[in-house]
């Protein structure tokens, strides 16, 4: 009897280790999936709870059972969270209404694995903003299949399908991804040297140098936490820019999902979250994060 007990808490061990071993993978599955750190932490925990309640004698490719269960139970969790809004089918066309993803920030000298891991292959918001707007199956069949090179067999199984509608799915929103997903300046020197450009013209209130660093149709999205509200244009971004200016002087350089951002943080609170994505030398789209509530959990001792 001791044995056998011996031999099953052995076992624990070793898909405990083995676990931990894939977490930071599963993570950043789950983060792509969900937009959510702490969701896609629940996520990761659920995939735990799910294999340690299983005879992992019979799985033969632990990874991959792992990315699949991770995989099914954020599916859910989407299914879910689009079930709880009265009109979804609206929702996927209304931008307005699309919720901003949790931000990822890092500063610019600081090496963060756990950080590196969740934002490897440099997952921006603005592509994070258009998977919230997929169907959840299409959300699902692009990250696993285009992100991570799942087999469509093993995604068919995970939505119930065919493998030529899973093929589908992933179609559908590859052609939605790249329709909406601003192509971004690669070098992070040049995009660091336009956002403080724009920064420095908000704080000296300068109307034209604003516009000189926006593109003339840039798209500034700014979640409060009652939804996200569109301004298009770069005269109407520059006046937003203008009336917020005087928060401007409390803003810090950032690497917001591994592009240049800055944290707006008055008496170290954080106030603001703002990812620019940068092409051909001008500012193409702001996300602003201004909800309270999700800001409180930042960890803004990573800008230190």
């Given at each position: 009897m001791r044995e056998q007990a011996h031999e099953q808490e052995q076992e624990q061990d070793w898909l405990a280790r083995r676990f931990e071993a894939d977490r930071s993978h599963l993570r950043a599955v789950a983060y792509r999936m969900l937009g959510s750190v702490s969701e896609a932490d629940d996520a990761v925990q659920e995939a735990w709870l799910r294999l340690s309640r299983s005879d992992s004698s019979e799985i033969q490719n632990l990874g991959g059972w792992l990315t699949t269960v991770v995989g099914r139970v954020c599916l859910d969790m989407l299914r879910s969270r689009r079930s709880r809004r009265e009109d979804p089918l609206d929702w996927l066309d209304s931008p307005a209404e699309v919720r901003m993803p949790d931000p990822v920030i890092t500063g610019e000298e600081s090496v963060n694995p756990e950080y590196q891991a969740l934002l490897a292959d440099s997952v921006g918001l603005a592509l994070l903003v258009v998977l919230e707007t997929l169907a959840p199956a299409e959300r699902l069949a692009f990250v696993l299949h285009d992100m991570f090179a799942v087999p469509f067999e093993e995604i068919a199984s995970i939505v119930g399908s065919?493998?030529?509608?899973?093929?589908q799915l992933a179609s559908r929103a590859r052609r939605r991804v790249r329709g909406a997903t601003p192509v971004a300046q690669p070098d992070p020197g040049r995009q660091r040297e336009v956002v403080d450009a724009f920064l420095a013209a908000a704080r000296g209130g300068d109307f034209e140098g604003l516009l000189a660093v926006l593109d003339p149709e840039v798209l500034l999205r700014?979640?409060?936490?009652?939804?996200?509200a569109l301004v298009r244009?770069?005269?109407a971004v520059a006046a937003q820019a203008l009336l917020f200016s005087r928060f401007s002087h409390h803003s810090r350089r950032a690497i917001v999902n591994g592009a240049a951002g800055l944290v707006s943080a008055p008496d170290g609170k954080a106030f603001s979250v703002l990812a620019f994505t940068v092409a051909d030398g001008r500012i193409v789209e702001i996300n602003l994060l201004a909800d309270p509530e999700r800001l409180a959990r930042l960890d803004?001792?990573?800008l230190d």
């Open positions: 065919s493998q030529a509608s899973a093929r700014a979640d409060d936490g009652g939804g996200a244009g770069a005269s803004l001792a990573v």
